[in-house]
């Protein structure tokens, strides 16, 4: 018995399996944790981003929309020392979050914080 025909099918599997994966590196978004002091630094500014469960997005506790927000990230004067708050309700769809999130980073606003608990109320 041969063992040249089992060798074939392994190496055209193999090659099929290794045409078929995705070799692009996945896109992913860096989350840092709070070290020790949540104390806030004063030459920065910090914008509180409100999603709540009906999909309403409020800005510094008012009521404001996407475009609006796409506004005020382009009108900021020092984007990089710029902190994003961004608290979202538990009902609210993930996308709707890093949607808001890569608004700001188009603006060169990287200190984004994603709040876990609740900081509003219905």
């Known amino acids: 018995m041969s063992l040249t025909p089992l060798i074939d099918c392994v190496f055209i599997l193999l090659v099929f399996f290794m045409l078929q994966t995705n070799f692009m590196k996945p896109r992913a978004m860096e989350f840092s944790q709070a070290t020790g002091s ?3 630094e ?10 709540h469960e009906n999909g309403s997005v409020w800005l510094n506790s008012k009521e404001s929309t996407v475009e609006k927000l796409r506004d005020y990230a382009g009108e900021l004067e020092a984007p990089r020392q710029t902190r994003v708050m961004l608290a979202v309700d538990e009902a609210v ?24 608990t609740r900081r509003f109320t219905q």
Do not use: G, W
């Open 93 to 116: 769809e993930l996308q709707q979050a890093v949607d808001v999130m890569d608004l700001f980073n188009q603006y060169e606003v990287r200190d984004i914080s994603l709040s876990a």
């Open 42 to 51: 004063s030459e920065s500014s910090m914008i509180v981003v409100e999603i």
């Open 38 to 40: 949540s104390k806030i």
